[in-house]
């Protein structure tokens, strides 16, 4: 014991660096040092060295560092959470110097500068969770501070059955894990999720758990990159059989008292008739006693009292048969009532729900039917979700899953390849209106393709654009290989407000569609926008200028990716491109440009001081002949490139020319991989 507490010490020290040596804060001051205290009363027990490094010079005055009592780890980790110590743990501290201005006396340690702290808490909550085995020493006396520290600490190190014990008492009503992660952030391990979900079911009986709100928002890892992290997919069904464990355990436990409840009735029910055959009897007595008495008086009215006697206990007794009669088909008949009731009405979730989740789904075919179970019956916890993800519907499915989600909280929905049509759309859009949080709409590959004209498509159509204009909070719009040709006047204008983010690939955009877009009130609004694979020519120079000049003061990200830009379309579009001063990123990857077309780019890009990341195409000098003069997206991504690295080589030293004139080569990333640049100088500010 005392040589795992003096490691804690060491490693607490050295984690403060050598700027503050740490006093053993759970150890008493030696003898010389309570005889120097006792000469000098009015000083506090503090011991630091020079501070190397932190501005203050040789003969200059230094500020007088800020003490702390403390008297142990655990109450020093106490105190920097804000939580007090107790009185119990001030008669428990070792003693100390006595000071007259504080006459309880203290033990005191200079507090280092607040990052050091947070990394000393850190350092110790990962010494406390490291070894479960102690756990039930702590967890008796933990503060309700040090539980979020400890939680963190578990899931960064790994310690899912830490995870479990903490989440199975968490003190606060809320409990959020997830979020945005941060570059290099390691996303919870597959265990820990597991083990949170698990200790969340346990913590509806336990007395000391507060939880109310499990928010798992961005938990899933769907980026793949780990094999221990758990995908959108997994983390849906995780937490719809954790829904569904939670409700079965309920019902065990709503059995349990059920039949509780009946063996009390009866057994109160035959206490009631012992009564009721006491009182009879004794009635019946004391009535004998009295008729034995008058027998001597007149036997014949003897008789008939007797008689009058026996017709009312026998009139008595069938009414107590008649009584417990009723009761009996009562009881038989009021689960058959309830049964009726809770098949007619629809379930209370209110009175139900314990806690609720909130969390991004992703949905499939495979895990439809149990996303339909954990939403379509009340229980102890209530599934809400913000991001809805769906792949391979149909879609009544997607719109009998609409109709089971709480209306409030869901804020995107992504449908992907489900051969929805137009009447698929036409069919689910009017489902989205009962839910008011609702700013982003993606279609992706939905098998919807107006270039062919069908029986009934243009009411079809009609149906889908009202449906649209009734999203009132719609910001983000994606419609991916949809094919509507002049039709994106009809689409946008049913929106009662602006986009901020349009993304429209795929969609086989004539000059009319872009006249509208560059004039629409959604130009000026535009932080995101995405025109991939829509073939541009010379009369759509002018459209693309006038929307350019409408978004400069707004527009963030910008695809152009495989639009057939040459050298002659890009350089008309580049003055334009110039003014967008807000811009951060620019994909241009899979056109025809040639080395001097992308040079010219280039210069472009580094004169824009907000631009982080530029995705441009390789030059068709790069390529092995035979190429044909302006090729197409699919061309340049098969063909393939020249083995000769001297071909390369001199691109590269070109455009490291232009980063190097105008002094970016630490902020501007320039990159022709379609697939490990990182995404996170995507994000905005």
């Known amino acids: 014991m005392n040589t795992r507490r003096a490691l804690t010490n060491n490693a607490c020290a050295h984690s403060l660096g050598d700027e503050t040596a740490l006093l053993a804060l759970d150890r008493r001051p030696s003898e010389g040092a309570r005889a120097q205290i006792g000469a000098q009363p009015s000083k506090r027990l503090a011991v630091s060295t020079s501070l190397a490094g932190s501005g203050v010079g040789a003969g200059e005055t230094r500020p007088a560092p800020r003490r702390v009592p403390v008297f142990n780890a655990k109450l020093w ?20 110097p006595e000071d007259p201005a504080d006459p309880a ?31 039930p020493s702590w967890l008796s006396c933990l503060p309700r501070e040090l539980y979020r520290p400890l939680l963190e600490a578990a899931f960064v190190h790994c310690r899912p059955l830490a995870v479990g014990e903490l989440v199975q008492r968490w003190p606060e009503r809320t409990l959020s894990i997830g979020g945005q992660r941060t570059h290099g952030q390691i996303p919870p391990n597959r265990l820990c999720i597991q083990a949170l979900l698990l200790a969340a079911v346990r913590g509806l009986t336990e007395k000391r758990c507060a939880l109310q709100v499990l928010d798992l928002c961005g938990l899933q890892c769907d980026e793949g990159r780990l094999e221990d992290s758990m995908g959108g997919w997994s983390l849906t069904v995780a937490l719809c059989s954790t829904l569904l464990q939670a409700r079965a355990a309920a019902s065990r436990g709503h059995r349990r008292d059920g039949e509780r409840e009946r063996k009390r009735g009866l057994h109160t029910e035959r206490a009631r008739d012992g009564t009721v ?35 009312r206990v026998l009139s008595e007794e069938e009414t107590v048969r008649s009584v417990r009669r009723r009761m009996e088909l009562h009881r038989r008949n ?14 209370d979730w209110d009175q139900a729900v314990v806690v609720r989740v909130r969390a991004d789904l992703f949905i499939n075919a495979r895990s439809w039917e149990r996303v339909r179970g954990a939403l379509s019956l009340p229980g102890p916890m209530r599934l809400y979700c913000r991001y809805l993800r769906v792949e391979e519907l149909p879609a009544p499915s997607v719109a009998s899953l609409l109709e089971l989600l709480p209306r409030d909280g869901l804020l995107g929905l992504d449908i992907r390849y489900s051969s929805l049509g137009v009447s698929g759309l036409a069919l689910l859009l009017p489902l989205l209106e009962p839910f008011p949080l609702l700013h982003s709409l993606r279609l992706h590959y939905c098998n919807l393709d107006l270039q062919r004209s069908q029986p009934g498509q243009q009411g079809a159509l009609q149906d889908m654009c009202r449906g649209l204009s009734a999203l009132k909070r719609l ?58 694979e829509n073939r541009l020519d010379d009369s759509s120079v002018p459209s693309l200028r006038r929307l350019f000049s409408q978004a400069e003061s707004c527009l963030a990200q ?54 982080r990341l530029l995705l441009y195409p390789y030059p068709l000098e790069d390529y092995e002949p ?35 004139a105008k002094g970016r080569q630490h902020d501007l990333l320039m990159t022709s991989d379609l697939l490990k640049y990182s995404t996170d100088l995507t994000g905005e500010d």
């Open 277 to 311: 055959k006491r009182d009879r009897g004794l009635e019946s007595r004391k009535r004998g006693m009295e008729g034995e008495e008058g027998a001597n008086v007149d036997c014949g009215d003897n008789r008939g009292e007797e008689s009058i006697i026996q017709t």
């Open 105 to 135: 006396g203290s033990f005191y340690c200079v507090v280092p500068r607040a990052d050091m702290v947070l990394s000393l808490v850190s350092l110790c909550a990962r010494e406390v969770v490291s070894d479960h085995s102690s756990s």
């Open 334 to 347: 009021e689960p058959q009532q309830n049964a009726s009731n809770s098949s007619s009405s629809s379930p």
């Open 475 to 532: 910001r983000r719009l994606s419609l991916t290989a949809l094919r509507l040709p002049g039709h994106l006047r009809l689409l946008l204008s049913s929106l009662s407000q602006p986009l901020e983010v349009l993304e429209l690939p795929y969609l086989s955009l004539t000059p009319t569609d872009l006249s509208y877009l560059s004039c629409s009130p959604h130009a000026s609004s535009l932080r995101k926008m995405d025109l991939s």
């Open 77 to 96: 980790l106490k105190w920097r959470t804000g939580c007090r110590v107790s009185d119990r743990a001030r008669q428990d501290r070792p003693e100390g």
């Open 626 to 660: 035979g190429l044909p003069p302006l090729p197409s997206s699919a061309q340049l991504l098969d063909w393939p490139l020249l083995e000769e690295s001297e071909v390369r080589e001199l691109t590269l030293m070109q455009l490291e020319e232009v980063l190097t």
């Open 558 to 611: 910008l695809s152009l990716c495989g639009c057939g830009l040459s050298d002659v379309l890009l350089g008309a579009l580049l003055p334009s491109l110039s003014r967008c001063r807000t811009l951060r990123t620019l994909r241009l990857a899979l056109n025809p440009l040639t080395r001097n077309g992308l040079v010219s780019l280039a210069w472009m890009a580094a004169g824009l001081p907000s631009l």
